[in-house]
Nanobody
Framework: QVQLVESGGGLVQPGGSLRLSCAAS????????MAWYRQAPGKQRELVAS???????TYVDSVKGRFTIASGNAKNTVYLEMNSLKPEDTALYYC???????????WGQGTQVTVSS
């Protein structure tokens, strides 16, 4: 059973930076997309950023220009560089890896990001 493990969350002041990492416990074949989601208390989970197998990226409007998603040199790793953090970025951040054959989504357990002074 593949596990995704996120790390890098924590408490940071407004304007600060964090780098989230997500690594799979073993190789995953047929990856089509890797993504970061977040869920704040009382809110629905939202897609923050994604990167396709071809390297195309997407971002939710609220993080454009501040967050950067990248896949790692090691296969099955994905990062989220977060700069100029705001209190509204506070949430539990999850990574997701989607595959084509078979079609399946792997999810991590989440890492907490808290932006507060």
């Amino acid at each position: 059973q593949v596990q995704l493990v996120e790390s890098g969350g924590g408490l940071v002041q407004p304007g600060g930076s964090l780098r989230l990492s997500c690594a799979a416990s073993r190789s995953i074949d047929s990856i089509t997309i890797m993504a970061w989601y977040r869920q704040a208390p009382g809110k629905q989970r939202e897609l923050v950023a994604s990167i396709s197998r071809g390297g195309s990226t997407t971002y939710v409007d609220s993080v454009k220009g501040r967050f950067t998603i990248a896949s790692g040199n090691a296969k099955n790793t994905v990062y989220l560089e977060m700069n100029s953090l705001k209190p509204e970025d506070t949430a539990l951040y999850y990574c997701k890896v989607g595959t084509m054959v078979p079609p399946y989504n792997y999810w991590g357990q989440g890492t907490q990001v808290t932006v507060s002074s």
